[in-house]
């Protein structure tokens, strides 16, 4: 059974720093690009960032240079540091995972609520 478990969402203030983790679960990690996604109220789910296995990144532009992507393959964990965040970073954020060569063969974690406000 997949499993991915996300942690660390929460409520910052403007200018302020999350990490997200996601441990995964009933896969080969090593197979899977790992991404992390989020859906804001009322819109509709938007790539934020992905990672390969090979540490190969990518990102959104509204979130380049604030937000970092890892992973830590020994752990199957993927991580997502967010620094300088807005109040347009509000949403609830999912860990996803895509295998590299079957793309239909692709998870979702539970999401995390992640909050910026004053």
């Known amino acids: 059974q997949v499993q991915l478990v996300e942690s660390g969402g929460g409520l910052v203030q403007p200018g302020g720093s999350l990490r997200l983790s996601c441990a995964a679960s009933?896969?080969?990690?090593?197979?899977?690009?790992m991404g992390w996604y989020r859906q804001a109220p009322g819109k509709q789910r938007e790539l934020v960032a992905t990672v390969t296995s090979s540490r190969n990144t990518n990102y959104s532009d509204s979130v380049k240079g604030r937000f970092t992507i890892s992973r830590d393959n020994t752990k199957n964990t993927v991580f997502l540091q967010m620094n300088s965040l807005k109040p347009e970073d509000t949403a609830v954020y999912f860990c996803n995972a895509r295998h590299a060569f079957m793309v239909s063969r692709a998870y979702w974690g539970q999401g995390t609520q992640v909050t910026v406000s004053s």
């Open positions: 009933g896969i080969i990690f090593n197979d899977y690009v």
